[in-house]
């Protein structure tokens, strides 16, 4: 997968989840978890993993299927779990927290954010 395909995949995936449409930002997600896959990174591999389990987490959360809710969210947090890794775009330490609270009913839903090249944290309206 080329970057630019990539950044344009990633960018509709934050739209498709910041929307609440978990099950398209899902398939995007997968999108370019397929392409980690191949290129043979598993540790960057699981964690976009978890973030394709949190949308399926959260999917759950909005049918309310608790048990889908404990069994998909769990996993996301394990895969989720860990420092911020600089190859992956999604701001992942404060999503995996927010997700925690958000999966047991004590807060909304994260964001998903990609990050800025200095670390920071792109927002929607192109703030950082």
Do not use: K
């Not at 344009?8 to 609440?20: K, M, S, T, V, Y």
């Not at 370019?32 to 043979?40: A, E």
């Not at 779990?81 to 997700?99: K, N, S």
């Amino acid at each position: 997968m080329i970057p630019v395909e990539r950044q344009a995949i990633l960018n509709r995936a934050c739209d498709l989840f910041n929307a609440g449409e978990y099950w398209l930002a899902h398939e995007a997600l997968e999108t370019v978890w397929r392409s980690i896959i191949s290129d043979g990174d598993e540790a960057a591999a699981r964690v976009w993993q978890g973030l394709i389990q949190a949308a399926a987490a959260l999917l759950h959360q909005q049918r309310g299927n608790r048990h889908g809710v404990a069994v998909v969210g769990r996993s996301a947090l394990e895969n989720l779990a860990g420092p911020q890794r600089p190859d992956v775009e999604v701001e992942t330490v404060r999503f995996r927290e927010q997700l925690a609270r958000a999966l047991a009913g004590d807060a909304e839903a994260p964001r998903l954010e990609l990050r800025v090249a200095d670390g920071g944290v792109r927002t929607d309206d192109g703030q950082r």
